[in-house]
DNA sequence: ACCTGAACACCGTTCAAGT
DNA sequence: ACCTGAACACCGTTCAAGT
């Protein structure tokens, strides 16, 4: 046992622990995953993740902040594509995570740091699909709303099994909505 | 102990199992309301909830088909109002389950028999909105996707702290993107 | 048929103790 | 500062036993 251990090995526990619960939670999701299970995925027994990350709902954020930053990373390949295609993006890159979206609206009634982390991810998807729309020439009064309904719509997608041709239709259709109000 | 109890005993426990829970659920969430508390709740021992509901999501199906059996009786109310008023009305109607909306989608994930249920549910309210968008004149081939649409939102705003005003405006725009594709 | 006491395996979390 | 063994109170569920 190193006497003076390098601040880089808390960082790289740390960053297995959320490796391990990160590929836990999304293919088994939350619930079933017990901290035992995390614990021993990463090498260490469960009161030591205590110590990293204060208690259950704490590993989550550290996940979902990372998954979020891996999304936020490929989003470079997403600029040249049309309206539709964007939105199809977003989803699929949302369904890489689909099992912690039902979980992060479980536990955001009971938690109030899940329910900080929710409130921020909605501030940022509204605010870049207010973006989206203002540049389709949709009239400055209507954004809000429409921004709205497509991040409503965005979630149903994927909560719900729907067919990929049924999602494009129904992306289409949001789109039709919104651009019917545009000056153009 | 009479020997020879009523059927009438049988139903009348059971609603009285039902009417404990459903006060639980809706005031502290599913997760959060043991089997002990429904139990005592009810005036009765934990093991006599299974006997009467297999498990505990089996309450909850008990739960859910008793609040939409009292939603579809106070239906009748609805048929005078315009669009906008009646698509509130059932916003309404659905606040009163909010917490039950994402212990559904919570549970649809792992329970077979809560799935059927959703998926039921779902298939009942996409129904009555496309006879609500056919009737306002939207043509035939986009109905479906409208329906969708009014679904997820109307999910959307049960699901996040909305202010009334917002929730009325976010709905306008659902039917002016719904009209505006109309031939009326 | 209906109901219970007692137990089972497990859960998230805590805490005193070690290095 | 970092990590653990052992315990705590609780959970959903089961089962043999009673009437």
Redesign the interface.
Known sequence: MPRNRRPRDREEKRAEIVTAARALFLDE?Y??VSMTRIARAAGVVSNTVYWYFGDKDGILIAVLDEVMADALERSGELQPLEPVERLLWVLTELERMS?LV??V??RS??SASIREWHERF?ALTDALLRLEFAALGVPED?V???A??A???L???L??PVEPA?KR??L???L???T??AVS
């Open positions: 999701g619930e079933a099992t039902t979980t609206h479980a009634e009971e909605h209507g809000d709303e429409l709205t309904i991040v409503y719509v979630e149903g997608l909560m719900h049924r239709a129904v289409a259709a949001v039709r909505g919104a019917s109000t």
